[in-house]
């Protein structure tokens, strides 16, 4: 991949094709919004559940936030899994679009996003994680870090073929 000049290095998105073209706005508006806070993200990160949570953040501190992002009342509806989220994160939050109706649970704080930026709305008190399940989380998304860059930077190296056990 390579960022000419006509390029805003904003622009350029990584997209999974799991999200709808609404997602993946809201997405950017929260990592934006993240990055500002201090926090460095991944999308898309693995949970050692089977589930992938949609933004993951983690700041200098070790504080782990994950977002949950709504697109829509139906998507919202469609889904069940995020408490399961609660036992990988200190923060629990779910990102909307602007015209969505707030009938998320107050168990999670709520993030409002465009593709420009997000603002937190409700704030969600924090649940410390335990020593052991913060280390695991931390190890996976270093992990996945990594190895996003590595495909970035050799493209022919296929990712599944690291050795995830040490």
């Known amino acids: 991949m390579t960022v000419t000049d006509q390029t805003d290095v904003a622009d350029l998105v990584i997209l999974d094709g799991r999200q709808s073209p609404r997602a993946a706005e809201v997405q950017r508006g929260v990592c ?6 201090g926090f460095a993200t991944l999308t898309e990160l693995p949970l050692s559940t089977g589930h992938r949570a949609d933004v993951v953040a983690i700041n200098r501190k070790g504080d782990i936030w994950i977002t949950e992002i709504k697109s829509c009342v139906q998507d919202f509806r469609s889904d069940a899994k995020w408490p399961e989220y609660w036992g ?3 923060r629990l939050f779910f990102a909307v679009p602007q015209d969505m109706p707030d009938i998320l ?6 993030i409002v996003a465009d593709r420009y930026g997000a603002e937190i709305v409700r704030e969600v008190a924090g649940r410390p994680l335990p020593p052991a399940r913060r280390k695991a989380v931390l ?4 992990m996945a870090g990594a190895l996003r860059l ?10 599944t073929m690291a050795r995830q056990d040490g």
């Open 32 to 37: 934006r919004m993240f990055r500002a806070l």
């Open 88 to 90: 990988h994160c200190d």
């Open 150 to 159: 590595d495909s970035v930077l050799e493209p022919l190296i296929d990712p």
């Open 139 to 142: 190890l996976r998304f270093a």
């Open 105 to 110: 649970p107050a168990a999670a704080g709520l």
